[in-house]
């Protein structure tokens, strides 16, 4: 009922008819009352707009929002000295030599660059063998890096990739047996004298993304052993799964296996319940943050991450299938790169994680300058 009608409908029925202005005090206090019968009866709680109606409120709906030292950026560190060479499919993303990665991080740390994780790229004849013995050269690509990068950005944070992969001419990620099967035991000995090795050089961070049993533990004992356990983090790659979202990194880094391929370690996509299990035994081991990877595809064990691991940072890698995905859907005009960029990362935060490795670090840098 209109207030006009209400009014004459009151004053058709009044008693004193002289009286206008108390029928319309009237019709105020019962329209007034009506209205507010009309939204409980319509049920309060489901008036939400109102909680988000502002970009600040709608902001504040988040329960984490990005932040620059919530990135970590992944690099492909080449053995050939001056190389930088954009590898086709990540698009804007490059395989750097040791001199020219200070003149490449020189913009990005004046941004906001917090942290990077690097990967090793041995290109030279004969750098593979079966042990993987380049991965820990103390002349090799990722100990100088990591010794150029602590000299020359004081405040930038170095994690790096621990695993053999990139080193082994059979491309696994772990010394093998004679009929083809990881050798885990050996594979975690050499594992965990490798992650040393780049701690001792420096790195704040180790982060082993092999997946072979105990390795966590295996690595705590020798930082232990070495002394610098105090100072040096251990990521895990504990949820890793097996897919088809890795092949743009494995054209990066040189690490396809020459024959087979990873499934007797990496998890099966299917596996939540062996994931949650491997986010419980590294945590036992020791493992100071857990890594999911991929992200986008997997926020249900983001999410189990986080309440398994309620005390630690949980950290994602939008791997480089994520990547390049979202750029060829924006470049085809699926959507806005940005906008879709932001909803990615909006998603792995709402899961759980709270530090996001991605290419899209650059962009986001400048992004989140705004
Ligand atoms: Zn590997």
């Known amino acids: 009922m209109s207030f006009s009608t209400l009014v004459s409908d009151l004053t058709s029925r009044g008693s004193d008819r002289a009286d206008v202005r108390s029928q319309y005090s009237r019709a105020r206090s019962v329209a007034s009352t009506a209205a507010t019968s009309v939204s409980i009866a319509g049920d309060i709680s489901s008036q939400l707009h109102s909680g988000y109606s502002h970009p600040l409120s709608r902001a504040w709906q988040a329960e984490r929002q990005l932040t620059k030292s919530m990135l970590i950026y992944p690099l492909f560190i080449s053995d050939q000295p001056d190389e930088c060479t954009a590898i086709p499919s990540l698009p804007n993303q490059s395989r750097i030599g040791l ?108 982060a082993p993304s092999d997946m072979n049993d105990g390795r966590i533990r295996a690595i705590k004992l020798k930082l232990t052993a070495a002394g610098i356990n105090h100072k040096v983090l251990l990521m895990s790659y504990a949820a890793k799964f097996s897919g088809c979202l890795y092949g743009p990194f494995r054209d990066a880094a040189g690490s396809c296996p020459s024959f087979g391929d990873r499934r007797c370690y990496q998890l099966p996509a299917s596996g939540r319940g062996l994931a949650r299990r491997a986010i419980r035994r590294d945590i036992a081991e020791g493992a100071d943050i857990i890594m999911v990877k991929p992200a986008g595809q997997y926020l249900d064990i983001i999410s189990d991450a986080k309440e398994i691991g309620s005390d630690l940072p949980i950290a994602a890698y939008q791997v480089s299938g994520e990547f390049a995905m979202i750029h060829a859907a924006a470049k085809a005009g699926v959507f806005d790169l940005k906008a879709m960029v932001f909803e990615s990362t909006d998603s792995i935060l709402r899961a759980g994680a709270n530090i996001i490795i991605t290419y899209f670090v650059p962009e986001l840098l400048t992004w989140l300058e705004s």
């Open 99 to 206: 001199n020219r990665l200070v003149p490449f991080l020189e913009p990005l740390v004046a941004k906001g660059l917090s942290s990077v994780m690097l990967f090793g790229v041995p290109l030279a004849p004969n750098a593979k063998d079966a042990l993987g013995t380049a991965a820990d050269d103390p002349d090799g690509p990722v100990i100088q890096a990591i010794r150029i990068l602590r000299r020359r950005f004081r405040d930038l944070y170095i994690c790096a990739d621990v695993c053999l992969c990139e080193y082994t001419s059979h491309g696994h990620c772990g010394i093998l047996r004679d009929d083809g099967s990881l050798n885990n035991e050996m594979s975690v000995d050499r594992i965990s004298d490798v992650a040393v090795a780049y701690a001792d050089a420096g790195a704040h961070c180790v």
